[in-house]
């Protein structure tokens, strides 16, 4: 059996930061992952968007991570030449009804800290942005966009380049613990068993991290870990409306997403996307038939796009911990000692905004450590 200092699950962008941030550490450090490659799920189907901070209740980690990855993020883009750029965004009310959600935001950002926040009005909307309808708008300099494979491929070659191990292919099945540590059965691509022994077990393996966790022998409904599964799919916009908007655009937040907004992609391609509906079965295919909503959506606020304007794109699947009928609920980012289960790190529910916040949840798990 071989043995290490360090095991991670997943891949994805959060556990490709953590294998990055522990790489300084000289310990033997694993990360596994079921796919040949990294960001196979979530974390490469998603709106790259650098959020600022303004959806979450002040001193929630979602709300700490976020503000903080976001400054630690564009800190990485500019001193790694990942393709990023600070766009800016506008929150905007369709409606005078929407209005107070605006003003919760931007009360709700100032409390996080989130810099330079404004609330506009009909005209100052039309000022940056002249294509686009509001009542009332705020406006957000501190978001933007990142090239999500991008930062992954350098999370990625930064740890190996460091000696960090990375095993493509190799899916954990099994997790019990042993004297030292755990030990790991983990499955190959050829269905051939290995065991690993590692001291430490980061658990970052997204949508899948309920079931490592309930492998180690947690009771996932009492500890509240159930990861409900809620899909989120993209229409393409059509190329001629390529450069009319300078700025991600969002329409008001629902109780469950941040609204199917405008997804400017770094080319200048737009997308709308994502909604939002839970699901039991898995899979990525959007579908057609849900143009319609698409369209009547976006054209209160994005009046230039035609029905015809619309293509499906893509789909991604948020790891909610709260059912469509729960409100809030933040990330899960846990050592386990309290359950029996020293040096177990669990990172669970780690829905939006985690790609923003990777790096800070890297940091705060080698501060766990
Ligand atoms: C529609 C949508 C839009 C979003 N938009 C944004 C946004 O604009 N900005 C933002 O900050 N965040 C956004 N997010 C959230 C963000 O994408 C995720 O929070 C982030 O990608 C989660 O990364 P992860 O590494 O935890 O998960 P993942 O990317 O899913 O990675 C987990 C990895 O673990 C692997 N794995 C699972 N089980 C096992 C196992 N047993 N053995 C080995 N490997 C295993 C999986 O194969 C996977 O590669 C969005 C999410 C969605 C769905």
Same mark, same amino acid.
């Given at each position: 059996?071989?043995?290490?200092?360090?095991?991670?699950?997943?891949? !994805?962008?959060?556990?490709?930061?953590?294998?990055?941030?522990?790489?300084?550490?000289?310990?033997?450090? $694993?990360?596994?992952?079921?796919?040949?490659?990294?960001?196979?799920?979530?974390?490469?189907?998603?709106?790259?968007?650098?959020?600022?901070?303004?959806?979450?209740?002040? &001193?929630?980690?979602?709300?700490?991570?976020?503000?903080?990855?976001?400054?630690?993020?564009?800190?990485?883009?500019?001193?790694?030449?990942?393709?990023?750029?600070?766009?800016?965004?506008?929150?905007?009310?369709?409606?005078?009804?929407?209005?107070?959600?605006?003003?919760?935001?931007?009360?709700?950002?100032?409390?996080?800290?989130?810099?330079?926040?404004?609330?506009?009005?009909?005209?100052?909307?039309?000022?940056?942005?002249?294509?686009?309808? !509001?009542?009332?708008?705020?406006?957000?300099?501190?978001?933007?966009?990142? @090239?999500?494979?991008?930062?992954?491929?350098?999370?990625?070659?930064?740890?190996?380049?460091?000696?960090?191990?990375?095993?493509?292919?190799?899916?954990?099945?099994?997790?019990?613990?042993?004297?030292?540590?755990?030990?790991?059965?983990?499955?190959?691509?050829?269905?051939?068993?290995?065991?690993?022994?590692?001291?430490?077990?980061?658990?970052?393996?997204?949508? !899948?991290?309920?079931?490592?966790?309930?492998?180690?022998?947690? &009771?996932?409904?009492?500890?509240?870990?159930?990861?409900?599964?809620?899909?989120?799919?993209?229409?393409?916009?059509? &190329?001629?409306?390529?450069?009319?908007?300078?700025?991600? $655009?969002?329409?008001?937040?629902?109780?469950?997403?941040?609204?199917?907004?405008?997804?400017?992609?770094?080319?200048?391609?737009?997308?709308?996307?994502?909604?939002?509906?839970?699901? &039991?079965?898995?899979?990525?295919?959007?579908?057609?038939?849900?143009?319609?909503?698409?369209?009547?959506?976006?054209?209160?606020?994005? =009046?230039?796009?035609?029905?015809?304007?619309?293509? =499906? @794109?893509?789909?991604?699947?948020?790891?909610?911990?709260?059912?469509?009928?729960?409100?809030?609920? @933040?990330?899960?980012?846990?050592?386990?000692?309290?359950? !029996?289960?020293?040096?177990?790190?669990?990172?669970?529910?780690?829905?939006?905004?985690?790609?923003?916040?990777?790096?800070?949840?890297?940091?705060?798990?080698?501060?766990?450590?």
């Amino acid at each position: 059996m071989e043995k290490v200092d360090i095991v991670i699950v997943g891949a !994805g962008v959060v556990g490709l930061a953590i294998a990055w941030r522990l790489s300084t550490l000289k310990k033997e450090i $694993v990360l596994l992952e079921r796919h040949d490659g990294f960001g196979r799920e979530t974390s490469s189907r998603n709106s790259e968007v650098i959020h600022a901070g303004l959806y979450y209740p002040k &001193d929630s980690m979602k709300a700490r991570l976020c503000v903080a990855g976001n400054r630690l993020l564009r800190e990485l883009c500019r001193e790694h030449d990942i393709p990023h750029a600070m766009t800016g965004k506008i929150v905007v009310a369709t409606e005078e009804s929407e209005k107070h959600k605006l003003e919760h935001l931007f009360d709700q950002g100032n409390r996080n800290d989130v810099s330079g926040l404004r609330l506009l009005n009909k005209r100052s909307i039309l000022g940056l942005e002249p294509h686009v309808l !509001g009542v009332a708008g705020l406006w957000s300099p501190a978001t933007g966009i990142v @090239d999500s494979h991008q930062l992954m491929a350098f999370f990625a070659q930064s740890a190996v380049d460091a000696g960090v191990i990375i095993a493509y292919g190799h899916e954990v099945t099994g997790l019990q613990q042993a004297p030292t540590g755990y030990c790991m059965e983990v499955r190959d691509t050829t269905g051939e068993k290995v065991f690993i022994e590692s001291e430490v077990v980061v658990n970052a393996a997204g949508i !899948g991290a309920d079931a490592v966790a309930a492998m180690a022998g947690i &009771d996932i409904d009492a500890a509240g870990y159930r990861i409900h599964r809620c899909k989120g799919e993209y229409f393409a916009v059509a &190329d001629r409306h390529r450069g009319k908007l300078s700025h991600l $655009v969002y329409p008001a937040p629902t109780a469950v997403s941040l609204g199917t907004h405008s997804v400017l992609k770094l080319d200048g391609s737009l997308k709308l996307g994502p909604n939002a509906f839970y699901v &039991d079965r898995l899979n990525y295919d959007v579908e057609a038939g849900h143009q319609r909503e698409f369209f009547e959506n976006a054209r209160k606020y994005l =009046p230039f796009i035609d029905y015809d304007d619309l293509a =499906p @794109d893509m789909a991604g699947i948020r790891a909610k911990l709260q059912t469509a009928d729960e409100s809030f609920r @933040d990330f899960v980012i846990r050592e386990e000692s309290d359950r !029996g289960l020293p040096g177990l790190i669990n990172l669970i529910g780690l829905e939006s905004p985690a790609l923003t916040a990777s790096p800070a949840i890297a940091q705060y798990v080698e501060d766990a450590i």
